[in-house]
């Protein structure tokens, strides 16, 4: 039995991943940094770093842990777009749960066929 994995799932996780370490650098060096000129706050991006070889390349372990890992940024878009007194921020945060949110969308649906395959390969004798 050969599992069909949806390439434009692969190719969604893949510019979301992108799109929100970019979010991140900008939000928090250009856009609405808490600091003018920049925060600390801009390596938030670099754990986002870690899984972007795996994800580009479909690798299934890489999509599944980094498919909790972006629950971090979903949280952190929740809470910043609801909180911070900035309405430019609060839109970063926005931003930020919509990317999270189609990543991890991406990333479930994706690796939804291989895992009931395994499922099945673990069933049968």
Do not use: H
Request: charged content about 15%; proline content about 7%.
């Amino acid at each position: 039995m050969t599992t069909q994995l949806n390439p434009v799932l692969r190719y969604g996780a893949s510019a979301s991943l992108i799109a929100l370490i970019v979010l991140c650098l900008l939000w928090e060096m250009r856009i609405a940094p808490l600091r003018p000129g920049g925060s600390l706050l801009a390596l938030k991006a670099l754990p986002l770093l870690l899984p972007l070889r795996g994800v580009l390349r479909g690798n299934l372990y890489t999509l599944q842990w980094a498919s909790m890992l972006v629950l971090l940024y979903f949280v952190e878009g929740v809470v910043r777009a609801w909180s911070d007194p900035s309405p430019l921020s609060a839109a970063m945060g926005g931003v930020e749960v919509v990317l999270s949110l189609v990543f991890y969308c991406c990333a479930i649906f994706y690796l939804r066929p291989a895992k009931r395959a395994a499922r099945a390969r673990k069933v049968s004798p």
